[in-house]
């Protein structure tokens, strides 16, 4: 996901894509970036911003536009009210995209947070932020486009028990009305700082949601009759080839969480979350191995932000006269 407000830049961002997928008619078949480009509430538009949003949606880009207005400053201190703001801005570029290129792919956004009153600080981790998410995406559902909101986001300064109770209560809702994408895992204080030990932790948060959006699921085979008359009163399940086909499909298996019996987890060090997490992230960064771009292709990238660096620099030089 890409982002910015200058139209140059966006295109200098374009090409460097097209050079990763081979080139400007396969990234338009399989463009591999997405730009995220936010309003100015209440119902305003950054020009420069929109112009770099038609620049990404000309050459085949999907662009999102996130409508951010805070209840109580920034929109209505009513939900609803914010919603409407914020809807009004989304659209508004929506179809202004639509009239500068047709067809272009376009994904509706919200990161609806409250004004905090005593702090004068925006609250992304609190639950308003998670029902207008949820909201956000019901409109997008109602518009027959994608959805993109912001949840699993925390206030907290650092990974631990708030930033874990905010993370689940801000993106559960919008898990379960169905949004497209959310964003905010691993970022913590609303968003301004990356925790690479939060984003693992977030993402045992995330399949937790997703477990409990799925449900139950009620028929014939998982009601298992026929295996409960096999093993009888008395009996056990572990030994079942029914249990076998089903557990990893009915059960949440944590990669993170300690379900270790007390003397066992004493013994091992007694590690909290956050520590199992710091230990992960060493664990996959030590072990990982990316793949490398073709060295023509890192050539060729080089040489755009090369060329870049000289673009950019051309108005900073006219302005330090």
């Known amino acids: 996901m890409e982002t910015t407000t200058d139209p140059v830049e966006a295109q200098y961002q374009i090409d460097m894509a097209a050079a990763a997928v081979g080139g400007t008619q396969e990234f338009r ?30 050459a085949g880009v999907p662009i999102m536009f996130m409508g951010m207005p805070q209840p109580g400053a920034t ?26 290129c047709p067809g272009s792919s376009v994904i509706y956004s919200a990161g609806i947070a ?22 956000s995406a019901e409109l997008a559902r109602y518009y027959g486009v994608p959805s993109l909101v912001g949840g699993f986001v925390s206030t907290a300064k650092k ?51 997703f477990r409990l959006a799925q449900g139950i699921e009620v028929n014939d085979n998982t009601l298992a009759l026929d295996v409960i008359r096999k093993v009888g009163p008395g009996g056990n399940f572990l030994a079942e080839k029914h249990t076998l086909d089903y557990f990893k499909r009915e059960h949440f298996l944590p990669d993170l969480s300690d379900r270790r019996p007390y003397e066992t987890w004493l013994k091992d060090g007694a590690k909290d979350i956050v520590k199992r997490a710091k230990e992960k992230v060493k664990t996959m960064l030590e072990k990982h191995q990316g793949k490398p771009l073709d060295e023509d292709v890192q050539k060729e990238i080089q040489e755009i932000i090369r060329k870049a660096d000289e673009k950019l620099a051309e108005p900073r030089k006219e302005e330090s006269r």
């Open 29 to 58: 078949k399989r463009p591999i970036i997405s730009s995220l480009h936010c309003s100015s509430a209440p119902l305003q538009v950054n020009g420069d911003s929109l112009e770099a949003a038609l620049k990404f949606a000309e």
């Open 75 to 100: 929109g209505p201190a009513t939900l609803a009210g914010s919603i409407a703001v914020s809807n009004a801005e989304v659209l508004a570029c929506l179809v202004t995209s639509q009239l500068a």
């Open 114 to 135: 409250a004004f905090d009153m005593k702090t004068c600080t925006r609250a992304g981790g609190g639950p308003e932020h998670a029902l207008t998410g949820a909201a």
């Open 159 to 209: 990974p631990g028990v708030q930033s874990s109770y905010e993370k689940l209560t801000s993106g559960f809702p919008a898990v379960f009305a169905g949004c497209s994408m959310i964003a905010g895992i691993g970022l913590l204080c609303d968003c301004t700082v990356l925790a690479l030990e939060e984003l693992v932790i977030d993402a045992e948060i995330a399949k937790i949601a």
